[in-house]
Antibody, heavy 121, light 108 residues
């Protein structure tokens, strides 16, 4: 059974750098084709893809946020970490991590419960 | 960057058919995935790769994709289908993932 869970601060001050951790089970990020992505959703708004890391450590970032994002993985801990710099109130959102099972079908079949991050002074 | 456009809302009576569109340039050449999101919950994929249903998703959910429009069809709509629905593609040109603007389905 695949599960993912996001953890990190729920309140961040403007200009700060924040880090979210996705801890997963039920799959290995060493398996060919597998990826873990980060998606966010501001309150009442649409989903926005942020970043994805593949089993081979290849990484992709949203073009609009690329300069502020870093995604890494620790396969020994079954974790994927997202770092975002220079936080702003518009970054207030629920942040999800999600599993992609194959490069041949690039959708997210399992999602974490999400964590609401509020950016405020 | 690639843009996916959905109608903000669709209303449908119970037992009727709801059709949710997702417009994008030559989207027919891409694989489209659809997610259902109920209030306070994470999204759940209901259709992937244009028309495939994950196990556990009712046959009432189906998808099609051609030209510049992909469509999610919900047949025999039930009250429990009331949710937000998002389409998603992987844009091979940029190697990025894109979500649609989202559609709120209301069951009258």
């Amino acid at each position: 059974q695949i599960t993912l869970k996001e953890s990190g601060p729920t309140l961040v001050k403007p200009t700060q750098t924040f880090t979210l951790t996705c801890t997963f089970s039920g799959f290995s990020l060493n398996t060919g084709g597998v990826g873990v992505g980060w998606i966010r959703q501001p309150p009442g708004k649409a989903l926005e893809w942020l970043a994805l890391i593949y089993w081979d450590n290849d990484k992709r970032y949203s073009p609009s946020l690329k300069s502020r994002l870093t995604i890494t993985k620790d396969t020994s801990k079954n974790q994927v970490v997202l770092t975002m710099t220079n936080m702003d109130p518009v970054d207030t959102a629920t942040y999800y991590c999600a599993h992609q099972y194959s490069s041949s079908s690039r959708h997210f079949d399992y999602w974490g419960q999400g964590t609401l991050v509020t950016v405020s002074s | 960057s690639y843009v996916l456009t959905q109608p903000p809302s669709v209303s449908v009576a119970p037992g009727q058919t709801a059709r949710i569109t997702c417009g994008g340039y030559k989207i027919g050449g891409k694989s489209v995935h659809w997610y259902q999101q109920k209030p306070g919950q994470a999204p759940v994929v209901v259709v992937h790769d244009d028309s495939d249903r994950p196990s556990g998703i009712p046959e009432r959910f189906s998808g099609s994709n051609s030209g510049n429009t992909a469509t999610l069809t919900i047949s025999r709509v039930e009250a429990g289908d009331e949710a937000d629905y998002f389409c998603q593609v992987w844009d091979s040109n940029s190697d990025h993932y894109v979500f649609g603007t989202g559609t709120k389905v209301t069951v009258l």
